[in-house]
């Protein structure tokens, strides 16, 4: 069982920057793919960026070029920095391992 946590969350105004920050309860070497997804009200839950190794990074379209995923093992912590944010990237985010475990997510709220 591996458990998350999120920080790093909070309101913004467009144009501004984020770093969220996602821990786990083993080490991360452990953890062959992590990533951050998210969720808009009335939305489905949906892939921001993962980082696996011997493979790299993957992003979505929307969010390339703004945000960069990275794990620094060092710190044994998972980050999703987010810059030129857009009120469209609202939503709660969400850290995962392995698209099997889940934290309880972080609210991020640009607005206008």
């Known amino acids: 069982q591996v458990q998350l946590v999120e920080s790093g969350g909070g309101l913004v105004q467009a144009g501004g920057s984020l770093r969220l920050s996602c821990a786990p309860s083993?080490?991360?070497?452990?953890?062959?793919?992590m990533g951050w997804y998210r969720q808009a009200p009335g939305k489905q839950r949906e892939l921001v960026a993962t980082?696996?190794?011997?493979?790299?990074?993957n992003y979505a379209d929307s969010v390339k070029g703004r945000f960069t995923i990275s794990r620094v093992n060092a710190k044994n912590m998972l980050y999703l920095q987010m810059n030129s944010l857009k009120p469209e990237d609202t939503a709660v985010y969400y850290c995962?391992?392995?698209?099997?475990?889940w934290g309880q997510g972080t609210q991020v709220t640009v607005s206008s």
């Open positions: 980082i696996t190794i011997g493979r790299g990074t």
């Open positions: 083993v080490s991360i070497f452990s953890i062959n793919a």
């Open positions: 995962a391992a392995e698209s099997m475990y």
